[in-house]
């Protein structure tokens, strides 16, 4: 068997099949699905959707966004980073290095990362190496994202952290 790898993911509707079979198919993946779904045209489309096969199966994906330096408010310089999402590997497969592999394929672009983890999965993180975001009000809107930065880059301080400074 060829070793396993992180593959950009088809736009097509094979693809939108095998994400039904993930566990957090529901009210959670529908803003996923309805990318996927609005960017069904061909299957050479760039996806932001990412996986890994074990053999025919879809066994772990997540998705992948660029965030241009201009919206940036998390890092220190503002920069491009990657705003990751929807993280999972199928049960049978966790525990097998997966999740990790889709995470450092992410770090490997070495921009800084985003996430805003599910629920009991920031253990998971932590290993990762990735931290919480100091919280912000107005920009985080009720998330508790978690941030992982490549050497030389930090995370921008708070508006009211500036203004105390000042």
């Not at 529901?26 to 932001?48: H, R, Y």
């Not at 992948?64 to 999402?85: C, N, S």
């Not at 253990?123 to 998330?143: H, S």
């Not at 508790?144 to 400074?165: C, R």
Request: no cysteine; proline share 5%.
């Amino acid at each position: 068997m060829e070793p396993m790898k992180v593959e950009r993911l088809v736009i097509n509707f094979k693809t939108l099949e095998e994400f039904k079979q993930f566990k957090n198919y529901g009210n959670q993946e529908l803003s996923m699905l309805e990318d996927l779904q609005s960017n069904i045209i061909e299957n050479d489309s760039v996806s932001p959707f990412f996986g890994i096969y074990f053999g025919n199966a879809l066994v772990a994906r997540m998705s992948l966004y660029k965030v241009e330096a201009k919206y940036d408010h998390y890092f220190d310089p503002p920069q491009d980073y990657l705003e990751l999402w929807k993280l999972e590997v199928l049960p049978d497969y966790r525990g097998k290095g997966f999740g990790k592999m889709l995470v450092d394929f992410a770090k490997s672009y070495n921009l800084p990362i985003k996430t805003n983890p599910r629920i009991n999965s920031h253990g998971f993180w932590e290993k990762m190496g990735f931290q919480k975001a100091k919280y912000n009000m107005e920009r985080d809107l009720g998330e508790n994202p978690l941030i992982w930065t490549p050497e030389g880059v930090g995370e921008q301080e708070s508006e009211a952290t500036n203004s105390q400074n000042v």
